[in-house]
């Protein structure tokens, strides 16, 4: 693709991303703090990117037919750098969506005294019906995960079950949310999982911008954290505004 070529589609996804901004209402300031994560997203690459590709040659011997993490390793870093999490970190983590185990072999190997658990239907999504074979996927975080169990815990189920099952509140350390892309699913994991989150801890929303279902801005998960944000204002400090919305609980 030219130059030139480049830079027309950069600006058209910028337009459209824009309007999907204003579509939902969303602040001022979180359209702000987007546009101005892309001027540092290059930054964060460039010095991030031993770690992305150490990622990558780990996970050549795994058993997985997607990747759809390691992109997200330089923004990970960049965030446990900003917070001083190190990799002797005794972290609970939680995540809602776990695929074929890719982001928990991250999390298990990176942070030698991390428990987690893994939280996963492994069923898919309407947008993954018919081009996955199901059976695979989980026997893929089964074998990716097989080295980890003594601090694993797996929930196969919805997030709702998990919810219902672990009334708990202040518990994990860091929180990632990747499962349904539903409006309300995304809304109702956000809000149970803030109540699980410990004070000072992290969650991060996977496709916080940028997925497209073909269904309106309210109905994905733009739509359902624009409203989250705005349910616990001044409840939370924002760490970053990119495809990812990552946020600290401060109360």
Not at 188 to 210: C, N, P, Y
Not at 228 to 235: D, G, I, T, V, Y
């Amino acid at each position: 693709m030219s130059i030139k070529r480049k830079v027309k589609v950069s600006f058209l996804n910028n337009l459209l991303i824009l309007k999907d901004f204003f579509l939902t209402r969303s602040s001022l300031r979180i359209i702000y703090l987007f546009y101005s994560s892309k001027i540092k997203k290059r930054k964060k690459i460039r010095k991030y990117k031993k770690q992305k590709i150490q990622f990558q040659n780990s996970i050549k011997t795994l058993h997985h037919d997607s990747d759809w993490f390691s992109h997200n390793i330089p923004f990970w870093m960049s965030y446990f750098d900003e917070l001083s999490i190190n990799k002797d970190s005794k972290l609970n983590y939680l995540e809602i969506g776990s695929w074929e185990g890719l982001s928990a072999f991250f999390v298990l190997n990176y942070f030698k005294n991390a428990q987690i658990t893994c939280v996963d239907t492994w069923c898919g999504g309407a947008e993954h019906q018919n081009k996955y074979n199901f059976d695979r996927i989980e026997i893929n975080f089964d074998y990716n995960t097989k080295f980890f169990k003594e601090r694993l815990t797996k929930f196969k189920g919805t997030s709702y079950k998990f919810f219902e099952e672990n009334n708990l509140i202040n518990i994990f350390d860091l929180i990632y949310i990747d499962g349904s892309h539903y409006c309300d699913d995304v809304l109702i994991d956000a809000l149970k999982s803030f109540q699980l989150l410990k004070v000072g801890g992290i969650i991060i929303f996977d496709d916080f911008i940028g997925w497209d279902n073909g269904d309106h801005p309210k109905l994905r998960p733009l739509g359902a954290l624009d409203a989250f944000l705005k349910l616990k204002k001044n409840s939370y400090k924002i760490i970053e505004v990119s495809h990812q919305l990552t946020l600290q609980k401060i109360m």
